[in-house]
């Protein structure tokens, strides 16, 4: 796994329940779920990501929802991420929440 995917896992907080519920709009079971997840998605999960990026070798590829990058950084460490005309391109209409929530939380640890 790469080292900064490694680092940010070691030392990521977990999302708030109230940005669980308030900004994603999660109230059920997925709730608990994602806030057992630190940051996004789980490292096997990032592993996998890697794994399929590195067979498919996308030259074009679209994350909707960046959250803390994990993915990103997953997906861009692929082997091939050298590859001409390569680009993941990230949308999230919630980073300015998810970056102040991050700022606030590492600020408080
Ligand atoms: C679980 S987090 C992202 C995890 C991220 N892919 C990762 O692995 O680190 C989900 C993200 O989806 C974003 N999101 C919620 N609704 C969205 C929408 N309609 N379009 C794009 N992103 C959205 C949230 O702001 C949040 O950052």
């Not at 680092?7 to 940005?19: F, G, I, S």
């Not at 096997?44 to 498919?56: G, I, K, N, Q």
């Not at 005309?85 to 209409?93: K, Q």
Request: glycine share 6%; with cysteine.
């Amino acid at each position: 796994m790469n080292e900064v995917l490694r680092a940010l896992y070691e030392t990521c907080p977990k999302l708030t329940t109230a940005y669980i519920k308030d900004v994603l709009g999660l109230h059920d079971d997925r709730a608990i779920r994602v806030a057992e997840i630190t940051g996004g998605i789980s490292r096997d999960e990032a592993d996998m990501l890697s794994d399929v990026v590195r067979e498919v070798k996308p030259i074009h590829s679209l994350e909707v929802g960046l959250g803390y990058g994990f993915s990103a950084i997953a997906i861009c460490d692929a082997a091939y991420q050298d590859a001409p005309g390569r680009r993941h391109i990230v949308i999230d209409p919630h980073q300015t929440e998810f970056a102040k929530l991050f700022r606030d939380l590492r600020r408080d640890a």
